[in-house]
């Protein structure tokens, strides 16, 4: 095909008020193709088979469907803005609303025939499927009311509710629940109130999962704060398995006690025995010391779980008399330790910095404004009051030494809990991939991306 383009040709005035181009999008084309292969239509033919609706519903959709990945936009925002693409598609704005209600009531439907037509385009790595949530705030007055039907006595609870936000805002939030497989490419997701606990949202929606994957094996993996001991017996049972990041600082003290025992840690690359101390102290600028340098050492603790099911049973004492007890089950799990003498050199780096803004900060603070935070650099700031008789109370800050010597215990170690049998090597492995994918995901903003609203 030959193209003669002409430098000095000028745009043609349209009936506009101003000059506007008369280009159009065709590069949609090639969404458009997987699409296609996505065989959406087919999709919304069946759920309106028995409908009377007089617009095509797949059309809307694949139009907002592009829009959302080409130049993402309010519902609003991709109606005035139809005439970009080269098919110029016609339905009006209340077709885009009628259309979310359609896919509302039949979300399961839709998110299971992405899934499966989509394991005929790419090769699904649902192996290790990773959960996490997170939080949007609206620029609103107050939080939503809930509606309670006078008829039923039905109480809705309403959507944009006050809450823990991720950005620290005073203002109501929505949250936002995330599936995953290995590969970063979502499965499945939910939509609750800002004032619902995140860890209620993993089971229901999992159900889901393993209702797609018609029974097949995969392996739960998320944060600790979706690690709960209810989500870990879920997770223990049919053909499900779990792998949850767990803190250290909140394992009991004989768990803790075995973390920081310097015996029977191994090396993770050879499993050679090696001391956690020797780690700490060898000379990491040594050509011969490079591997160790970038190795790590790990520790197997079991640490199974006796938890209450919530209902009693009926034991016979010894004696002969019969009472009740709480029944409990036990979640087999083990914990692995790993150390890394690389993380801990990095962690206290940072943790150097903070002390260093602390101390910038004790030149000049204000006793009036001074407010110690958790999780900021005041936290390292104490104050010692003193004073003498029929005298006024001084206030001294200084750094708090205790502080920094807490901290360090923990630099460099992470542990996960699990209940499968693989080698420690293999299990880190798959925590960590779809980890990692999924926080590239989160840091890119594709929680706003696979959101249904613009926030």
């Known amino acids: 095909m030959e ?26 084309f090639f969404l458009q193709q997987l699409y296609h292969q996505l065989d959406i239509s087919s999709f919304f033919k069946n759920v309106t088979a028995d ?4 617009f095509d519903p797949n059309l809307v959709n694949r139009f907002l469907t592009f829009s959302r990945i080409l130049e993402p936009d309010s519902k609003l925002g991709t109606f005035e803005h139809l005439d970009h693409y080269y098919e110029e598609p016609e339905f009006d704005y209340v ?15 839709y998110i299971s025939h992405l899934y499966e037509k989509s394991c005929s385009i790419v090769k699904r790595n649902t192996a290790v499927c990773y959960y996490d949530c997170s939080n949007y705030y609206f620029e609103i007055e107050s939080p939503d009311e809930d509606y309670v039907d006078e008829v039923t006595g039905e109480t809705i609870k309403g959507l944009r509710k006050y809450g823990l936000s991720k ?11 995330l599936f995953m497989d290995g590969d970063g490419i979502p499965l499945s997701m939910c939509i609750t109130s800002g004032s619902d606990n995140e860890q209620t949202t993993a089971i229901p929606l999992e159900k889901q999962i393993t209702k797609m994957f018609k029974g097949k094996k995969f392996i739960y993996c998320a944060d600790a704060g979706l690690g709960s001991l209810n989500i870990r017996n879920y997770n223990s049972m049919g053909s499900r398995a779990f792998i949850v990041t767990q803190s250290i600082k909140k394992m009991s003290d004989t768990l803790q006690k075995a973390v920081f025992n310097d015996c029977d840690y191994r090396r993770l690359s050879s499993d050679e025995e090696v001391s956690i101390e020797a ?51 036990t979640v087999k799990q083990k914990i692995i330790i790993t150390f890394s003498r690389k993380m801990m050199e990095y962690q206290r780096f940072i943790r150097n910095r903070w002390i260093e803004r602390a101390r910038k900060l004790l030149k000049g603070l204000d006793p009036e404004t001074y407010k110690k935070g958790p999780h900021d650099v005041t936290r390292f700031i104490k104050r010692r009051s003193s004073t003498k008789s029929g005298e006024s109370v001084t206030d001294l800050y200084e750094i708090d030494q205790s502080i920094i010597d807490k901290e360090e215990k923990y630099d460099g170690y992470y542990a996960v809990a ?36 613009k926030y």
């Open 279 to 329: 780690l700490k102290a060898f000379d990491k600028n040594d050509p011969e010391n490079k591997e160790l340098y970038s190795d790590k050492a790990y520790k197997i603790i079991t640490a199974d779980k006796a938890f209450d099911l919530g209902f009693y049973e009926e034991k016979i004492m010894k004696n002969g008399r019969k009472c009740k007890v709480k029944s409990k089950a």
């Open 95 to 109: 077709h885009i609303l009628r259309t979310m209600d359609i896919m509302q009531e039949h979300y399961e439907d």
């Open 3 to 28: 193209v003669t383009i002409d430098f000095n040709e000028k745009l043609k005035i349209s009936n506009d008020l101003v000059s506007s181009s008369t280009n159009r999008n065709i590069g949609y």
């Open 167 to 177: 950005q620290h805002q005073p203002a109501p939030l929505v949250e936002m629940g």
């Open 51 to 54: 409908s009377r609706i007089t």
């Open 418 to 453: 699990t209940n499968l049998d693989d080698p420690a090597k293999d299990t880190g492995e798959k925590a960590g991939s779809a980890r990692d994918s999924f926080h590239n995901r989160e840091h890119r903003g594709d929680f706003k991306k696979y959101g249904s609203c």
